[in-house]
């Protein structure tokens, strides 16, 4: 457990509240400050912690404090300039399958449903969504209805009630991603509180969206303000006591030696670490000023990378992947937002009703919500409920899907159309299955598709309750796609990944998660991948896309599983997703070099969109040159169709392309002499490839 996990009863002061962000932000903290009996020298109460704060917002209460503490610090935000001191990562790291699968099952992040604690908040407004079209009341046959199975999924346990006040729902935030993708608009206190009625959903709400536009303007303004500002020096290691004496004795970086003894003692005091991450991190901001002479930058980072790790429980090879994303202070903010619950976000079923009936339905039952945001028209936002949300009548007869709003994000992209054959490679338990079926008006088909038999109860489950009639549920390993079935018009890829999004969800990835693990699961994306877009049939009329996307934020799940696809598939090329925000894919990335098109893809962070922490790429799949490259064509094997299913394949089928046995080859012989070894058989020497890898990985 971290250290800050275990001060949660009397919490160290924030780390946010005197930190590396502008001027004014720390005005607007220092109400919090001034809470934190600071002056009494004992350990405060922990301010609470929000996401908004880290975006340089939170105004409200906080900004009726004048008390201005006079420092000065930058708000820049920096390139991340250690991003590229290592070399690459080896991204194309390959295992036999046979130790794949032994280790998969454990390490996927297998669901990527919400599951929200109990949480209070505000009441905000709900807008009108007349006129909208996926609204539109689809009439449909009597319900059946599913009471009985235990696999109900895990939302039916959520029982959201007023009782456990959440940090992040303390002050509710709406999913607003802006042009700058600022999450969230901050709402003066009593309008936030006002009575939610039918009647002023729609001038609540635009009232709502307009303040959010304005607000991330202004923030845009304030950045470029504070980067402009002169942020000379201040000695952030020196604290002033009441008679304004220094009395903080200014920060030295530990030495190799202290470091070691410090670990052998147990680790320093928490109030410790949380002043060295703050001083490394305001050193890194302006290395060359602030550093101790002779102190090199990779000491600084090792050491607020071990800090982040003890303090917020991770280990520290994750601690260190995670950080290396952002720059340094972006990464705080990443870490921060992690340790607060993401918004509960409800889907409408349209198969079975309209936003507006159930919002004013839940709204009677004492559920304070409001629509998501502009870019989805079936989302809502609960803010607070009487009612356990996973178990009222409405959830019952399937008005509702609880999912996070990420989820909706790939099967937006995606947009399956009425009528069109569509498979979901990895579906359960079918958040995304149920919506795309939905968006199908029940038309056409949907493969619901996933390897793990015991979670297609889940999924056939939520495909009833929804009453979704277009689904058809199987249980294959992906890798199997399309010699078990092809010629799809559209096909959604959720990949098993390592769950680096939703650690907010579920803190064990903070600690469950090694390199290995991180090798094998890339290595299955690209196998994944690669028979996901052998499934789509270039020849659709109406589609032949496909949609991969993970609940992961490592490059080497996504961008390099992506980038891996388009050098093995020249038939296929990334097209915009269609998402109107999120950040752009990485285009180069620790010393590696992807494809310029991987910017189309697009990076969800909670730190940044206040959901959880996503990646969606789209590809349009082309026909495929008469020429096949001469493996390919000698690895082509005829498709074998299900019976079932045969009248529904286009001629077209396209071939299951194969995957890159030149590339995974050292990987199977590191494999295979693992294996001997085991047996305690003498394997044979390296070969040449072999040596190399070993070599790597030593
Ligand atoms: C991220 S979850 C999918 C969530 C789902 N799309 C939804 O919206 O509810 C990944 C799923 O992949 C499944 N899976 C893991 N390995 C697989 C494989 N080789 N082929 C197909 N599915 C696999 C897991 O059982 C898990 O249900």
């Known amino acids: 457990m971290g250290r800050r996990a275990k001060n949660k009863q009397a ?43 880290l975006n340089g917002k939170g105004k409200g209460k906080e900004k009726a404090s004048t008390k201005e503490k006079p420092q000065k610090t930058s708000k820049k935000k920096k390139a991340p300039e250690h991003a590229d001191e290592d070399g690459s990562e080896g991204w194309e790291d390959v295992e036999d399958d046979e130790e794949l699968q032994a280790h998969s099952r454990p390490m996927f992040n297998e669901s990527d449903e919400e599951e929200p604690g109990a949480f209070v908040g505000g009441l905000d407004d709900l807008e009108s969504d007349e006129g909208e079209e996926n609204d539109e009341y689809l009439e449909g046959e009597a319900q059946e209805f599913d009471f009985g199975s235990d696999d109900e999924e895990e939302e039916v346990q959520v029982a959201p009630t007023k009782s456990k006040k959440s940090k992040q729902a303390e002050r509710p935030k709406k999913i607003i991603p802006t042009q700058s993708d600022q999450s969230s608009s901050d709402s003066d206190e009593e309008e936030e509180y006002e009575r939610v009625t039918m009647k002023n959903m729609a001038a609540r709400s635009q009232k709502l969206e307009a303040r959010a536009v304005a607000e991330a303007e202004l923030d845009i303004a304030e950045a470029q303000a504070a980067a402009e500002e002169d942020d000379d020096d201040v000695d952030m290691d020196a604290e002033e006591d009441a008679n304004g004496d220094m009395n903080i004795e200014p920060f030295r970086l530990p030495t190799a030696e202290e470091r070691e003894k410090e670990k052998a003692s147990g680790g320093p005091d928490v109030h410790l670490v949380q002043r060295r991450m703050r001083e490394c991190v305001r050193v890194l901001a302006k290395f060359s000023k602030r550093a101790e002479k002779g102190r090199a930058r990779s000491e600084y980072i090792d050491q607020l990378v071990a800090d982040i790790a003890s303090y917020y429980g991770y280990n520290e090879f994750l601690a260190e992947k995670l950080f290396l994303l952002f720059p340094v202070n972006e990464a705080i903010e990443f870490f921060e937002a992690n340790e607060v619950p993401r918004p509960v976000t409800i889907r409408t079923n ?80 079918g958040g995304k299955t149920t919506h795309m079926a939905a968006l199908m008006q029940n038309t056409g088909v949907v493969f619901a598709n996933d390897a793990n038999k015991a979670r297609t109860k889940s999924l056939t489950a939520n495909v009833h309750r929804l009453g979704c009639k277009n689904v058809i549920v199987c249980s294959y390993d992906g890798r199997e796609f399309p010699k078990v079935m092809g010629g799809f018009d559209r096909v959604l890829l959720d990949a098993p990944c390592s769950g680096t999004g939703v650690i907010s969800k579920d803190p064990s990835v903070k600690i469950n998660k090694s390199e290995r693990d991180f090798t094998l699961l890339s290595h299955l994306q690209k196998q994944l991948i690669l028979c996901a877009i052998d499934s789509v049939s270039p020849e659709s009329k109406t589609g032949g896309y496909l949609v991969y996307s993970t609940c992961s934020v490592t490059v080497e799940e996504n961008e390099a599983v992506v980038d891996y696809a388009l050098r093995k598939r020249p038939n296929v090329k990334l097209v915009d997703t269609g998402l109107q925000f999120g950040r752009e894919g990485f285009t180069s990335y620790r010393g590696k070099t992807f494809n310029p098109s991987v910017h189309l893809t697009r990076r969800f962070y909670p730190h940044v969109h206040n959901m959880d922490g996503f990646y969606v790429a789209k590809f349009k799949v082309e026909k495929r040159s008469k020429t096949l490259p001469k493996a390919d064509a000698e690895e082509s094997e005829p498709v074998i169709v299900d019976d079932a299913f045969k009248a529904d394949v286009p001629e077209e089928t396209p071939k299951f392309q194969g995957f890159d046995e030149s590339e995974d080859a050292p990987y199977l012989e590191e494999a295979k002499r693992k294996r001997m070894k085991a047996k305690g058989l003498r394997p044979p020497p390296r070969s040449k490839a072999a040596a190399k890898l070993a070599e790597e990985k030593a």
């Open 11 to 53: 919490p160290p002061e924030s780390l946010d509240s005197k930190t590396w962000t502008s001027k004014k932000q720390l005005g607007k903290r220092k109400a919090d400050a001034d809470n934190e009996g600071q002056d009494d020298g004992k350990p405060s109460p922990r301010p609470t912690k929000r996401v908004k704060d």
């Open 350 to 429: 349209t198969l079975k009703t309209r936003r507006r009936d159930l919002a004013q339905g839940l709204v009677n039952r004492g559920v304070n919500l409001e629509p998501i945001g502009k870019w989805t028209n079936v989302g809502l936002q609960v803010f607070e409920s009487n009612v356990p949300i996973g178990a009222t009548p409405e959830y019952l007869a399937g008005h509702y899907m609880l999912q996070a709003a990420s989820s909706f994000l790939p099967v937006i992209a995606l947009s399956p159309e009425p009528n069109e054959r569509v498979l979901d490679m990895a579906s359960a338990p």
